[in-house]
């Protein structure tokens, strides 16, 4: 049964940094992207960034360019995602996901594993 769990998120104030991190479980990801989606509150699902395979390719939704960075650790099956510079606009639950292929994408449709969410809260 494959699993992925989000850990890292809580209450921050405005610039301060969270690193989030994401377990997968249950078969290897290691020959598949992976990406973080955000949900604000009464908005659709957004994504936040992915990162290729092997690591090596990473994109950012222009709202957290520069301040986000993902990485990927494939031994132990897990992906990070630091935040920094955080602003009351990124308050969201955070999604990780597996990607279908071994490159990364904005579309939603190209995951097909996905994790239950953790709560980032950042207050002004």
């Known amino acids: 049964q494959v699993q992925l769990v989000e850990s890292g998120g809580g209450l921050v104030q405005a610039g301060g940094s969270l690193r989030l991190s994401c377990a997968a479980s249950?078969?290897?990801?290691?020959?598949?992207?992976m990406g973080w989606f955000r949900q604000a509150p009464g908005k659709e699902r957004d994504f936040v960034a992915s990162?290729?395979?092997?690591?090596?390719?990473?994109y950012y939704a222009d709202s957290v360019k520069g301040r986000f960075t993902i990485s990927r650790d494939n031994a132990k099956n897990t992906v990070y995602l630091q935040m920094n510079s955080l602003k009351p606009e990124d308050t969201a639950v955070y999604y990780c996901?597996?990607?279908?292929?071994?490159?990364?994408?904005?579309?939603?449709?190209?995951?097909?594993?996905w994790g239950q969410g953790t709560q980032v809260t950042v207050s002004s």
């Open positions: 990162i290729s395979w092997n690591g090596g390719t990473t």
């Open positions: 996901a597996v990607g279908k292929r071994g490159w990364g994408t904005s579309k939603e449709n190209e995951y097909n594993y």
């Open positions: 249950g078969r290897t990801f290691s020959s598949y992207a």
